[in-house]
C-alpha cells in the first residue's frame, strides 16, 4: 500500500514513521522547505525520543521519503492523511480549519481520476470538517474516485512512537465501506495485536478526540483544585489521588496536581469544543469553566513564587527547571512557562532557565530571559529555584549541591518532583502543590 501524510509535525512524521513501520510505503509532505531539507539530510526537526532511528531505518529501507512536492505524492497513493496543524483561531477560539482546508484543495487538485483514493483527517477537528473537505474536492474534482475518513490521532508527545505502535484504540470514522477496507489494512498490525478499533462515522469520530481531550483536561482542573483545597485543610493530594484512583472508575493517570495544562492540544481543544457546543446551542459548562479555572490558574502561579520569595522578586534571580510544557519534548506551544516567567520578569525578576531540549523553540517566545547549560548553572546565585517541568534529570538532582550554587534556599516546586523531607534536609524553605510543604 502507499500513502502520502501532509504535515510533518508532530503527529505526521510520528504517524507516517510508524506507518512506514508497518510496511507501508509513506511519503511525507511538507510546505516547510527547511523541514523537508532538514529531513533528507537525516535529521529530525523536533525532539521526540527514538524518531530519529525509525526514521532512519524506514528511509534507507526505501518505505520513507520526503518531499515538498504534494501533487507528486498523493498521485496513485491508496489514502492521503491530513496531519496540518489547527491552532485556535485569532480572537475567537474555534479551530482554525484554514491550513485544512488548503491542504484538501492542493489534494484534490492532484487526486489522479482512475484511481480510489481515501482522504483522512487526522488533524484534530471540529464535527462538520470531514464532511467539507469532501465538499471542497468534489467541487474541485467532481470526477474523482475518492471517500473521506476520520482518524483522529491520541498519540503523546514523548511517548509518540510507542503510543502510535500500542494505543489504547483505533478510532476510525467514516460511511463507506470501501474507505473502511483501506484503513483497516493499513491498520492490520495493529488488528493483529488486537487493539480495540472504534469504526463510526465521521461526526462521532470527530467529536470522539475532542471528548477525550477536554475530558482529561478536566480529570486535571479537577486534581489542581483539589491540590488548592489540600493546602487549605492540610491534607495530602498524592494520597488523595491514590486513594481515588484505585478505584478502577476513577483510574489513576491524569490525577497529577501542577500549574495548570498547557501544550498543543488542551488549551485550543478545550476551547474548540466549547465554540462549536455553544454554536450547536448545546453549551458544555463543565467545559467552559475548566478553560477558565485553567487560564486563571497559570496566572496565579507567579503570585506563588512570588510570595514564596517574600512578597517581591524584584532586583531577585529566579533559576528556572524546565520551561516545556512537559518532559521529553521541545514543543513550547502554551506552556505554563509562558505565562509565568513574563509575569516575574514583570515583577522585576531576573530569570534565568534551563531545559533539556526547548531552548532552542524557548528562546524566541521568552526574550530577557538567560540561558544556563545545566541545571546547576540556571541555580547559580538564584534567590529561588522554580521547577515547571518534571524532567526525569531534575528528580536526580543532588539538592545540598543546588543549595550551595544558590543565593538564598528558596525552592518551589510546581511539579512536586521532590520530597519535602528531603528538601528541608538540603536546608531549602520547600514549596510544594497540594501537600504540606516545608517552609
Ligand atoms: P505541527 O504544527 O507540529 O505540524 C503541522 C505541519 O503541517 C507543519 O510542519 C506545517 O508546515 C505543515 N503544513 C501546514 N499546511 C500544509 C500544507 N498545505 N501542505 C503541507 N504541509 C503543511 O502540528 P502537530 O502538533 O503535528 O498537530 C497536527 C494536528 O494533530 C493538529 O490538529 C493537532 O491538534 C493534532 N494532534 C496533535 C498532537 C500532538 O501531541 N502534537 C496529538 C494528537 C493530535
Known sequence: MRIAVIGTGYVGLVSGACFSEFGVETICVDKDQGKIERLLKGEI????????????KNAKAGRLSFTTDLPAAVAGADAVFIAVGTPSRRGDGH????????????????LDPDDYTVIVTKS??????????????????????????SNPEFLREGSAIEDFMRPDRVVIGTDSDRARQVMRALYRPLFLIETPMVFTSLETSELIKYAANTFLAAKITFINEVADLCEKVGADVHDVAKGIGLDNRIGKKFLHPGPGYGGSCFPKDTLALVKTAQDYG????????????????KKAMAERVIAACGGSVAGKRIGVLGVTFKPNTDDMRDAPALDILPALQAAGAMVAAYDPAG????????????????????????????????????????????????????????????NPEDAEMAGFAYHCVGRPGRV
Do not use: Q
Open 45 to 56: 526537526p523536533i525532539y521526540e525520543p527514538g524518531l530519529d532511528a525509525l526514521v532512519e
Open 95 to 110: 479551530a482554525d480549519l484554514s491550513y485544512v482546508y488548503a491542504a484538501a484543495a492542493e489534494i484534490a487538485a492532484a
Open 124 to 149: 484534530t477537528v471540529p464535527v462538520g470538517t470531514g464532511r467539507e473537505v469532501a465538499r471542497i474536492i468534489r467541487k474541485t474534482r467532481p470526477e474523482a474516485d475518492f471517500d473521506v475518513a
Open 282 to 297: 448545546s453549551p458544555l459548562r463543565i467545559i467552559e469553566t475548566v478553560v477558565d479555572i485553567n487560564d486563571k490558574r
Open 359 to 418: 531552548r532552542h523553540e524557548a528562546e524566541k517566545l521568552l526574550p530577557g530571559v538567560e540561558w544556563a547549560a545545566d541545571a546547576y548553572g540556571a541555580l547559580e546565585g538564584a534567590d529561588c529555584a522554580l521547577v515547571l517541568t518534571e524532567w526525569n534529570e531534575f528528580r536526580m538532582l543532588n539538592l545540598g549541591r543546588l543549595r550551595k550554587t544558590m543565593n538564598s534556599p528558596v525552592l518551589v516546586d510546581l511539579r512536586n518532583i521532590f
